[in-house]
């Protein structure tokens, strides 16, 4: 009897350790990150002081309810070289670093309603595409109208250059109104 309630006792406890072990990877999930300051850099290329700086800046530690700015309007006929960087404010960390280490993951995209307005990105990831946290912004004739910038996570790569194109998920997207070119 007693040999049976052991036999029973081992089979059962095995039972339990072979069905209580996973061999599959864990599933790894993507803890996004909250960006609360996004600042994109316009320079003139002919070495004037003509710089122009879109802000985004978020009192909320989910980056919700972004103050937005321009500092003034952009130059006609002119070509700009542009940087922009994401930060967190509220865990002192620079995601723009992390952009950069995961440059393949990430793409940034750029869209406007000016039709005298052009950005390109500069910058590619290790297979050669297109990341956006460098452009060349050229402009035109003078104009008015929105600007925006998009954060993608995972995006479709390569891709058609389009936001709709890329699939992905947005980390996060602000839209400037009031640009002005003149």
């Known amino acids: 009897m007693k040999t049976t309630i052991k036999a029973l006792s081992l089979a059962a406890m095995a039972l339990i350790v072979t069905t209580s072990c996973d061999d599959d990877d864990p ?3 993507n803890e996004e990150e909250a960006i609360t300051t996004i600042t994109w850099t316009l320079t003139n290329t002919d070495g004037s002081n003509d710089v122009v700086t879109f802000s985004s800046i ?3 530690e989910d980056g919700s309810n972004p103050t937005l700015t321009v500092s003034g309007p952009l130059s006609a006929d002119t070509t700009y070289e542009g940087e922009i960087t994401f930060l967190n404010d509220f865990e002192n ?3 723009t670093l992390e952009i950069m280490e995961e440059d393949e993951e990430h793409e940034i995209f750029y869209s406007t ?3 005298e307005l052009t950005i390109s990105k500069d910058d590619l990831d290790d297979n050669g595409n297109p990341v956006g946290l460098e452009t060349t912004v050229t402009t035109g004739a003078a104009g008015t109208g929105t600007m925006t910038v ?3 996570h995972e995006p479709i790569k390569p891709n058609d250059g389009t936001l709709s194109g890329a699939g992905g998920e947005t980390d996060v997207e602000v839209i400037f109104t009031d640009v002005t070119i003149q």
């Open 58 to 60: 978020s009192a909320n």
């Open 93 to 95: 960390e620079n995601i």
């Open 27 to 29: 599933v790894e999930i």
């Open 113 to 115: 309603s000016i039709a």
């Open 150 to 152: 998009t954060l993608r």
